[in-house]
């Protein structure tokens, strides 16, 4: 299956889907989630999203995601069998007692760590009703992200994410914020509309 984000995105199929297991036992089920893939159901039925295709794969009625990614973000997705599970590992992330790693292309020439302790909320000003903007004067949720270089070149560097609230496009964001987009994001990039 291509790894490309396309308008339509490829159908999971269920012989691959095994594949993307990192663990599963009583308690939780791990997978490691493409980018092109949605985790959330769509219209386009139950095989267009992680958790309609870990449904049909397991044959279970509830999983419970304990935490999603977005569409283009690659990335361990944590579903636990049970709603006590699920409520435990949901506990953990909201009292900050879980530490979340990614890796990230900017574009631009990034150097030096910066903490962007910058709160995020809805951009009213978007014709996109999902995107989000940092709110420089008041408003909006607490985000915090710690953006440390890897390596850089050809315009463009890798960066280790470090964030320590988890809001919604937290690191696109900041990122857009600091003028070093995410390569190849659609909606924080040079034009929302593409």
Known sequence: MKESIAVDAPLVDLDELPQWILRDDEDLLVVNKPGWLVCHPSKNGPLSSLVGAVRMYTGADKLHLVARLDR?????????KRPAVARKYQMAIQERRVKKQY????EGAYSGSVRVDQA???DRQSIVHVKNRVMEHGGGQEAVTLFSPLASGGGRSLVEVLPETGRKHQIRVHAQWMGYPVTGDKLYGPDEML
């Open 72 to 80: 283009e973000t690659s990335g361990l997705v944590v579903f636990a």
């Open 103 to 106: 890796l990230a292309i900017l």
């Open 120 to 122: 995020i909320g809805r």
